[in-house]
């Protein structure tokens, strides 16, 4: 089955970067849509960056954008959110989320995606 395995988050200060990372397995090859979201206390999810595997296209929100890296090492069935210059604004738990039809498209939507992972908690001071 499906397990999504997020880690990597902790306590930094502001500036300072942290790399998060979702091992995934039981996917079999194929595209699909990998997201990162965050949901800070008393703020909704967010969408924050995107991955289509098929094509290597990523997407970002605006708050993060130019500061935030999704990439995925296939070998390792890694997903990785590298995040630079950090503010405290960023402080949230970080869940990755995967949609597994071939031909998804990346969106914000939660409900787009079966899969997530734990979360990870980053907290920026």
């Known amino acids: 089955h499906v397990q999504l395995v997020e880690s990597g988050g902790g306590s930094v200060q502001a500036g300072g970067s942290l790399r998060l990372s979702c091992e995934v397995s039981g996917i079999t090859e194929g595209t699909n849509c990998m997201v990162w979201f965050r949901q800070a206390p008393g703020k909704e999810r967010e969408g924050i960056a995107g991955?289509?595997?098929?094509?290597?296209?990523?997407y970002y929100a605006g708050s993060v954008k130019g500061r935030f890296t999704i990439s995925k090492d296939n070998a390792k069935n890694t997903l990785y959110l590298q995040m630079n210059l950090l503010k405290p604004e960023d402080t949230a738990m970080y869940y990755c989320?995967?949609?597994?039809?071939?031909?998804?498209?990346?969106?914000?939507?939660?409900?787009?995606?079966?899969?997530w992972g734990q979360g990870t908690q980053v907290t920026v001071s």
């Open positions: 989320a995967a949609d597994l039809r071939r031909f998804c498209a990346v969106s914000w939507s939660e409900l787009q995606y079966t899969y």
């Open positions: 991955l289509y595997t098929g094509s290597g296209a990523t």
